[in-house]
């Protein structure tokens, strides 16, 4: 079946540290896949996306390279600021099966000043 | 332009009561989702609807209804509230041919 798993949070990071935010999944067939954030209080926003192998998805100064070798989509940053603080989701969605996402757990990211 | 909403925002059940949680959408979207967020969980899908007129279980589909009530309404509904049913829910739309969801601002429920 398709899954998709996260490292485990919280992480906590200081300001303008570098983040990495650990993501693998199995699917059957070829995913589309995602990361979605969600502030405190808030619904989920799409962070960033990739559809194929090898593409890399980048949004405010976020990123991730779709790995098929590794079956892997690691978030990375740079350098975090304080209103990165949020709650992370890996997700997968695959062609033909209704458009659903599959999540991982997610990785609760916060940043001290 | 409002996007997805949802009412209630918030809301307390006695177990055994039952309500309806609405989802509205002005994006002109086919599909629409209801998912569920647990802690440690991520979010799990409930059921979905892929167009009017049509709807489909997901991973967690008992103790759940649904209607899509047109292109821009897709309610869920607890006929009898179970502790277990406590959880943040969501709801969410797809354009065809499009990949990424649109998520609504979630219903926190309670059930006691």
């Known amino acids: 079946g398709n899954s998709v798993t996260q490292m485990e949070g919280p992480v906590t990071l200081s300001e303008e540290a570098f983040l990495t935010i650990n993501c693998t999944y199995t699917?059957?067939?070829?995913?589309?896949l995602f990361w979605y954030v969600q502030y405190p209080g808030e619904g989920l926003q799409l962070l960033l996306k990739?559809?194929?192998?090898?593409d890399k998805g980048s949004n405010k100064g976020f990123e991730a390279t779709y790995r098929k070798e590794t079956t892997s989509f690691h978030l990375e940053k740079g350098s975090v600021q304080v209103s990165d603080s949020a709650v992370y989701f890996c997700a997968l969605s695959v062609y033909n099966q209704g458009g659903k996402l599959i999540f991982g757990q997610g990785t609760e990211l916060s940043v001290k000043p | 332009n409002a996007g997805v909403t949802q009412t209630p925002k918030f809301q307390v059940l006695k177990t055994g009561q039952s309500m309806t949680l609405q989802c509205a959408q002005d994006m002109n979207h086919n599909s629409m989702y209801w998912y569920r967020q647990d802690p440690g969980m991520g979010l799990r899908l409930i059921y979905y609807?892929?167009?009017?007129?049509?709807?489909d279980k997901g991973e967690v589909p008992n103790g759940y209804n649904v209607s899509r009530l047109n292109k821009r309404e897709f309610s869920l509904r607890l006929e009898s509230a179970a502790p277990s049913q406590t959880s943040v829910y969501f709801c969410a739309t797809r354009t065809s041919g499009r990949d990424e969801q649109f998520f609504g601002p979630g219903t926190r429920l309670t059930v006691l």
């Open positions: 609807s892929a167009s009017e007129g049509t709807t």
């Open positions: 990739a559809t194929k192998a090898d």
């Open positions: 699917a059957t067939g070829y995913p589309s």
